[in-house]
């Protein structure tokens, strides 16, 4: 079981910058974010793979930076330039691989993002 630790959300204007950060209890392989507005589906934010290699959502390409340390089993998201649509709640995400088996997917609780004046 791995268990997934975030903080990071908050109150910000348009225009602003937060930093969210998850830390996994245990290795995992692809860490991410999604995130979910009120009456939305949730949807991916960015991930990254254990080697470095990413992916983010059209809307957020090159306002938000995704990273992590392999060695403190943390990725952080470094979101810039916010807007209101960005308010949602943010969720970290975690796959743990599994030989012969389909990997296992952890979440952490959610950490809400408010961009507004």
């Known amino acids: 079981q791995v268990q997934l630790v975030e903080s990071g959300g908050g109150l910000v204007q348009p225009g602003g910058s937060l930093r969210l950060s998850c830390a996994a209890s245990?290795?995992?392989?692809?860490m991410g974010w999604y995130r979910q507005a009120p009456g939305k589906e949730r949807e991916l934010v960015a991930r990254?793979?254990?080697?470095?290699?990413?992916n983010y959502a059209d809307s957020v390409k090159g306002r938000f930076t995704i990273s992590r340390d392999n060695a403190k089993n943390t990725v952080w998201l470094q979101m810039n330039s916010l807007k209101p649509e960005d308010t949602a709640a943010y969720y970290c995400?975690?796959?743990?691989?599994?030989?012969?088996?389909?990997?296992?997917?952890?979440w952490g609780q959610g950490t809400q993002v408010t961009v507004s004046s």
């Open positions: 245990g290795s995992v392989a692809t």
């Open positions: 990254i793979t254990s080697g470095g290699s990413t």
């Open positions: 995400n975690a796959a743990r691989l599994r030989v012969g088996l389909p990997a296992l997917d952890y």
